[in-house]
């Protein structure tokens, strides 16, 4: 998840900032030899693909830091997130692959950094490689998974995730759900947050709010990801010499990068970019055939749908968009916590206008909800829309809340499962939504301005 503030020294490039100044800031970038006597390597494909790599590093935090964001244990250098960043060979395109920590992995044979012993090729867990091997085991594992010729490595840490999330002034995310996790100490009530960097740490690094774990906090991952990006976008950033070089050296203060990332491609790069934005970006996460998959010795694994991985991975060869076939622009879908399919919802015409009241239970029927199809008149006009619901059943109410942006709820003890919507003079639309199941792997591509906040929500 730390991997998040490295992506922003692609797009921060943008700026086209003159090469002196550029090349200072290269010069305090961590170097290592990642690539180092590397054999039978996958062909090169077109576009450029990036290993980013994040790392514990909390030995770099303040005290305070520790305690205020939970930060507590020895830093074990270690890694849990790993994505694979392609750029597109015209540079018009971002496409971010997350690769689950514990993925089923063949290591293939090497020298362990840690003990100098040789090692044969052996199955690991994917985050593994990294703590056997260092970033060229890393690598090559990554590379013999997926076919795809890594061309650059960066890693960051947890001082260059919170130090850039702060100098950008803060990163705005929306939630339709409370998201609570005592781990972390991450507490966030529904609706939008501008959060700063040690909030942030804890929002990107929070695995138990649902039953998704390490599925759910990689979606979260990919939408401050994309929150991200729209922040150094559309704030200015990009435009000011001081602001990019402020927020660059707090990205390179704690990234390591291979030999060959210098100036000059990152200025190459950055130039092209000049237009990116939050559409110009897709996420996804490999696709995943099976859960908990114990296999001696390493413990529960996770397998990949080698079919469809192979896919998404030719796809990046091919330099192709996984989106094409949808336009850039259009609704956004917002994710809720119960299946509509399972909320029964009566409606009631709060106000004048006749047929209201049929025409939302139309919309809310064609989202998903189980409304009754019988709508009723109010005994009253109301100005905003009210949602009555037994407290028993907050979270089918806050997921109609979702469909109703504007509306009122309010808690009515004894009502029983039935969802009564009040249409209030005030009312404006139907908003989509999407029920994904936080036990089931999701293989959904998304686009950056599809899952960042909208409007003043």
């Known amino acids: 998840m730390r991997a998040v503030s490295t992506l922003s020294v692609v797009v921060l490039a943008s700026a086209g900032i003159g090469h002196a100044v550029v090349t200072s800031l290269d010069a305090g970038i961590a170097r290592i030899d990642a690539f180092k006597d590397m054999k039978n390597r996958p062909r090169a494909g077109h576009g450029m693909n990036v290993l980013l790599v994040g790392t514990d590093g909390r030995d770099k935090i303040s005290e305070r830091e520790r305690r205020a964001y939970r930060l507590g244990g020895q830093p074990c250098h270690c890694t849990d997130t790993m994505m694979i960043v392609h750029i597109s060979e015209d540079r018009e395109r971002a496409t971010v692959v997350s690769l689950p920590r514990d993925s089923y992995a063949d290591a293939p044979a090497h020298i362990d950094q840690n003990s100098g012993r040789w090692h044969g090729a052996h199955p690991i867990r994917l985050n593994a ?9 890393t690598i090559r594992t990554v590379e013999n998974m997926t076919h795809v010729k890594i061309d650059h490595y960066l890693e960051v840490d947890f001082t260059s995730f919170m130090r850039t999330v702060d100098v950008l002034g803060g990163v705005r995310v929306c939630t339709p759900t409370p998201l609570k996790d005592s781990y972390t100490g991450l507490d966030l009530a529904p609706g939008t947050h501008t959060l700063m960097g040690g909030q942030a740490l804890q929002y990107v690094r929070a695995r138990h709010l649902d039953g998704a774990s390490d599925l759910g906090r990689m979606k979260r991952q990919q939408r401050f990801m994309a929150a991200l990006i729209e922040k150094a976008t559309s704030s200015g950033v990009l435009l000011n010499p001081i602001k990019f070089r402020d927020v660059t050296r707090a990205v390179l203060g704690s990234v390591r990068a291979d030999a060959g990332f210098h100036t000059d491609e990152l200025l190459d790069l950055g130039r092209a970019m000049r237009s990116f934005s939050p559409s110009s970006s897709e996420f996804t996460t490999v696709p995943i055939g099976r859960l908990d998959v114990p296999v001696k010795g390493i413990g529960s694994t996770l397998k990949w749908d080698q079919a469809k991985a192979d896919r998404l991975f ?33 409606v009631a015409n709060g106000t004048g206008t006749v047929g209201l009241a ?15 199809r019988r709508p009723v008149t109010a005994p ?23 469909a109703l942006p504007g509306s009122e709820l309010r808690a009515v003890p004894g009502q029983g499962p039935l969802m009564k919507v009040t249409v209030g003079t005030g009312f404006r639309t139907v908003a989509k939504v999407r029920f994904a199941d936080p036990g089931q792997p999701e293989q959904s591509v998304v686009r950056g301005n599809e899952v960042v906040c909208s409007g003043n929500a």
């Open 380 to 402: 009253a006009h109301v100005p905003r829309t009210v949602i009555s619901y037994d407290p028993r059943w907050d979270r089918s109410a806050r997921t109609l809340a979702v």
């Open 358 to 372: 049929k025409r939302v239970d139309a919309a809310l029927a064609s989202t998903g909800f189980a409304t009754t």
């Open 314 to 346: 030719q796809a990046l060869r091919d330099d192709q968009p996984l989106t094409a076939d949808r336009p850039h622009h259009g609704p956004v879908v917002a994710p809720v916590e119960v299946d509509p399919r399972q909320i029964r919802v009566l």
């Open 129 to 137: 490689a990294y703590a056997e091997g260092g970033p060229q085991l």
